[in-house]
């Protein structure tokens, strides 16, 4: 199993940024799959879910309203757009697999937002 984030950057308050998490090495449409992110100096904090089959979403109150959560099954991608985004989303980003508990993460992509 491999989970490799892309898309991270430096953004100005309000910007936008859209990451994508390439999934390998199992079946990645029978799995819900989340975002998870680390601020500096901050415990994780779950943003979104899919689920498995992509019917159903779910998104922190924090980023409700800013951030989708999305997935091409035919290549095993999963994205988030972000906008309208602020200094406080400053994080390292990660996609996890899994619905409570998350038995694989990817290595992180960094988001980083200026005031």
């Known amino acids: 199993v491999q989970l490799v984030e892309s898309g991270g950057g430096m953004v100005q308050s309000g910007g936008s940024l859209r990451l994508s998490c390439a999934a390998s090495g199992f079946t990645f449409s029978s799995y819900d799959m989340n975002w998870v992110r680390r601020a500096p100096g901050k415990g994780p904090e779950w943003v979104s879910a899919?689920?498995?089959?992509?019917?159903?979403?779910g998104y922190a109150d924090s980023v409700k309203g800013r951030f989708t959560i999305s997935s091409d099954n035919a290549k095993n991608i999963l994205y988030l757009q972000m906008n309208s985004l602020k200094p406080d989303d400053t994080a390292l980003y990660y996609c996890?697999?899994?619905?409570?508990?998350?038995?694989?993460w990817g290595q992180g992509t960094q988001v980083t937002v200026s005031s």
């Open positions: 899919l689920n498995t089959g992509g019917t159903s979403t």
């Open positions: 996890a697999r899994g619905r409570v508990t998350y038995d694989y």
